[in-house]
Each structure stands twice: as structure tokens, then as C-alpha cells.
């Protein structure tokens, strides 16, 4: 079955530390996402990619950095410079154009030890 | 730019009874609109979706949507409620086509179930 798989489920993080949070998809679509959901709150736009090799900064990129080498890989690197981290990170693909919806992931709950 | 606004962050119903979730919206184009549901501790489901085709949308799980544009509304409903549909759902706003921007989420309404 085509789907987007996001790994590891749980995740924890030291201070100083960078994470990385990992998002394949098989749909084959141009376009990723990444997004911060935190409790009681919609979702928030951390980072975007419409193509490989390009990416392009969301509303909350501060402290987030990503790569896109390959269409099917959209990997969420968490730094040390993202103070509260604490939260479940979504990723999510889509396919053609802007009016159409995306598919989202099952998360990465990533918390502060 | 778009907005979307969803009218109850908490709906409490009883498994059998009608379910109503409010969404409206505010866009200077015409919009495609979604509503997802997400169940604890999982990713956004995609419910259904309006695209300018027919007003009233029918999804998954026997949900269903009616596009009113004179009303900016595009609120959910199932004439029934189980006790599976307890999540959150999101309604969800396009950007205009063209301008690569991005999708607008709602705050999410919790749906309560109760026997």
C-alpha cells in the first residue's frame, strides 16, 4: 500500500542535542511537508518542499533545518537552537496542484528528557 | 489571504444523535475546503473534500459537507453519531491557485461521544 511512513514514533532529546526525524513517502508526489502540532493548537507549518532540492521556509522554521535529496525522503532535523521541542511533528505529501489535499503521516512524538 | 474559522472547539453529542461540526471560511477567491479527522496520537485523515464540483460533498465513515458560499460555511454533518467518530477534526482552506502558498488549518473541534 502507498502511504508516508514517519520514524520513530517516540523520540527523545538531550539538551544540545539535534534529532532527526525521518519521513519517507511511496505516492510519488513533488511535494512535502512538515508540521508542529502542539495540545489544543492546529498545525503549524514548520517547512515545504515542491520539488527535490528545493525547500522553502514555513511560518516556524526557526531552530529546524531539512533536507530533500531524493523525491521520496523529506528528513525534519530538530537542533539544539529550537528551545521548546516538545511536541508531535507531522509530515505530510501531496500531489498536483495547490487545491488538492494532502496525506499526512502518523507522527513523531519527539520530547525533553 | 484565506481564513478559516471553526465555531466549537468542544461538541459533545450521544452515540445515535446527529453530529454538526461549524466551519466558515473567508477567501477573495473560491476555495477548496477539506475536513480531516485525527484520533489520538495519529496523523490527519482526510474526510472529505470540496473542489467547485458539487455543493454537498459526501465522505468516508458517513460524513458529509454542503459548500454554502453565500454563507462562507462549510460546516460537517452525520446523521448519527458512533462511537468511533470521537477525534478532532479540521477544517482546511486552499491557497489561491498560483500563489504557492499554503493550506490554512482551523484550531480543531473535539468531538465527544458519550453512550
Known amino acids: 500500500d502507498g502511504g508516508i511512513t514517519q520514524s520513530p514514533k517516540y523520540l527523545f532529546r538531550k539538551e544540545g542535542q539535534n534529532v532527526t526525524l525521518s519521513c519517507e513517502q511511496n505516492l510519488n508526489h513533488d511535494a512535502m511537508y512538515w508540521y508542529r502540532q502542539d495540545p489544543g493548537q492546529g498545525l503549524r507549518l514548520i517547512y515545504y518542499s515542491q520539488i527535490v532540492n528545493d525547500f522553502q521556509k514555513g511560518d516556524i522554521a526557526e531552530g529546524y533545518s531539512v533536507s530533500r535529496e531524493k523525491k521520496e525522503s523529506f528528513p525534519l532535523t530538530v537542533t539544539s537552537a529550537q528551545k521548546n521541542p516538545t511536541a508531535f511533528y507531522l509530515c505530510?505529501?501531496?500531489?498536483?496542484?495547490?487545491?488538492?489535499?494532502?496525506?499526512f503521516g502518523d507522527g513523531t512524538r519527539l520530547s525533553i528528557l | 489571504a484565506q481564513s478559516v474559522t471553526q465555531l466549537d472547539s468542544h461538541v459533545s453529542v450521544s452515540e445515535g444523535t446527529p453530529v454538526l461540526l461549524r466551519c466558515n471560511y473567508s477567501s477573495s477567491y473560491s476555495p477548496s475546503l477539506f475536513w480531516y479527522v485525527q484520533h489520538p496520537n495519529k496523523g490527519l485523515q482526510l474526510l472529505l473534500k470540496?473542489?467547485?464540483?458539487?455543493?454537498l460533498v459526501k465522505g468516508i465513515n458517513g460524513f458529509e459537507a454542503e459548500f454554502k458560499k453565500s454563507e462562507t460555511s462549510f460546516h460537517l454533518t452525520k446523521p448519527s453519531a458512533h462511537m468511533s467518530d470521537a477525534a478532532e477534526y479540521f477544517c482546511v482552506v486552499t491557497p489561491q491557485l498560483g500563489t504557492a502558498s499554503k493550506l490554512t488549518f482551523g484550531t480543531g473541534t473535539r468531538l465527544q461521544v458519550t453512550l
Open positions: 470540496y473542489t467547485s464540483a458539487a455543493t
Open positions: 505530510a505529501s501531496r500531489a498536483g496542484g495547490d487545491n488538492q489535499p494532502q496525506h
